[in-house]
């Protein structure tokens, strides 16, 4: 039964066609038993063939079949073709103009002509035995069903439009939430990416710099080496334990809690990193202005990553007599961050557009860290020769 159904809904022009057949044949029997001559015979055989090719084509052009029926309807008038079973075509081509997604002047027309069709007959073809009221009440009757066959297909139209609305809605959001979800897949993997390359690049290019000294200096100063060592194996433990703290919340989302990761670095522990870069063999000068207060954890963890990035920087490209400083300045509404060095600097590849060969993400890490809090970051070469990272840093993210 379903496939008869899904047969008839793909062939919509072979349906009708059916019915145009079995109203041709029902006009027919009409036409015959009607004791009329050759000649208006023929006539009505004429019209009831344009009707049945009005249901037959109705909804392969619903305009141009409402058009046809009218020039039927006014054929019958002028030959006097009497009122007969051919004429249920035009009730079933108003519905289908209405129900039509067509021009509007045509539902208007196919309603004009419905509601005029049975007025018009009783003009034509007046009952004598009938008076005035029984021809109005008749009238009105033979209205009916043209004007209740439009109100239907209107409604249709309207429920369709309904729908399509609601579909095309549908679609637009599954659009929409498709856009989200790439957008929050880019984020994250930003996220990942700044996270894993302040993690990595910090700890391993202090491995580095360890690892070449201990080799400079193994056999003139074993202490020196051993000391080197010492700090190449305090790094990676380091870095290991970040490294497995990351995973953990990528993995499920939330802090373990055993406590076996490490909690985010924060802005007290700037000084703990510092310690750190002066014990792999950087000169670092670093001051604390204003109170100290707590901080929205976003915030910590950005100036934490940038401090850690730009030591790094100078690290790697600010030779080996360079030395920094770092500033943290609370005011009332952020906290300020200030990193020079006196070092090389940096080309202007790395520093304004990103690097090339994979160089120069730390920066562009920076700008979105800052960016998601809401501060400002500006980054260059300083005028006396070196390298400087200044950012802000507001308690209250931009909305």
């Given at each position: 039964?379903q496939?008869?159904?899904?047969f008839?809904r ?18 027919m029997?009409w036409?015959v038993?009607?004791?009329v001559g050759?000649?208006?015979?023929i006539t ?18 619903p305009?141009k ?7 039927a309807?006014i054929?019958?008038?002028v030959l006097d073709?009497e ?9 079933v081509i ?14 208007r027309?196919?309603l004009?002509g ?13 009952a004598?035995e009938q008076?005035?009221?029984g021809r109005i009440?008749?009238t ?5 069903p043209?004007?209740?066959?439009w109100v239907?297909g209107?409604?249709?139209?309207t429920?369709?439009a309904?729908?399509?609305q ?13 856009a989200?979800?790439k957008?929050?897949?880019a984020?994250?993997?930003?996220r990942?990416?700044r996270?894993l390359h302040?993690v990595?690049a910090?700890?391993?290019s ?5 690892a070449?000294?201990a080799a ?7 202490d020196?080496a051993k000391?080197a060592?010492?700090?190449i ?6 870095a ?5 703290r ?5 993995r499920?989302?939330?802090?373990p809690?055993?406590g076996?990761y490490?909690?985010?670095?924060d802005?007290e522990q700037?000084q703990e990193l510092?310690?750190?870069v002066?014990?792999?063999g950087?000169?670092v ?11 929205p954890?976003g ?8 401090v850690?990035?730009a030591?790094?920087?100078t690290r790697?490209?600010g ?7 770092v500033?943290?300045v609370y005011?009332d509404?952020g ?5 020079e060095?006196?070092?090389r600097g ?5 520093y304004e557009?990103?690097?090339a ?16 809090v809401?501060?400002?970051?500006d980054?260059g070469?300083?005028p ?6 200044s950012a ?8």
């Open positions: 039964m496939r008869l159904y899904d008839l793909r062939h919509p022009t072979g349906v009708d066609c059916f019915w145009a057949v079995v109203l041709f044949g029902f006009a029997m036409a038993q009607e004791p050759a000649g208006p015979r009505a055989v004429g019209v009831v063939l344009v009707l049945s090719v009005v249901v037959a084509l109705r909804r392969r052009m305009e079949m409402l058009v046809l029926a009218a020039l309807g054929a019958q008038l073709v009122v007969n079973p051919a004429d249920f075509a035009m009730m108003i519905y289908t103009v209405a129900a039509h997604d067509g021009p509007r002047w045509a539902s027309l196919a004009i419905g509601l005029s069709a049975a007025t018009l007959a009783q003009i034509r073809w007046p004598e008076g005035t009221l009440f008749v009105v009757v033979m209205s009916l043209f004007a209740l066959a239907l209107d409604s249709i139209r429920r369709r309904y729908f399509a609601l579909e095309e809605r549908a679609t637009r959001l599954e659009k929409e939430r498709e989200q979800a957008v929050a897949v984020a994250e993997r930003a990942i990416a996270e302040d990595v910090h700890n391993v202090v491995m580095v710099v360890q070449d000294g400079y200096v193994l056999d003139a100063a074993p020196q000391q060592l010492e700090t194996s305090s790094t990676g433990r380091q290991l334990a970040e490294m497995r990351l995973l953990g919340v990528l499920t989302g939330d802090a809690e055993s076996e490490v909690p985010q670095p802005v700037i510092v310690e750190h002066r014990a792999a950087l000169t000068d670093f001051k604390i202005e204003g109170t100290p207060r707590p901080l954890s915030v910590e963890l950005t100036a934490y990553r940038i850690q990035e030591l790094t920087n790697k490209h030779g080996p007599e360079a030395g920094a400083s500033r943290l005011f509404d906290l300020g961050l200030l990193v060095d006196d070092g940096s080309s202007h590849e790395l557009d990103g690097g060969d994979g160089r120069g993400h730390g920066l562009i890490g920076m700008r979105e860290r800052v960016g998601m809401g501060g400002t970051l980054a070469p300083r006396g020769g070196g390298f400087r990272i802000l840093l507001p308690l209250k993210p931009a909305h």
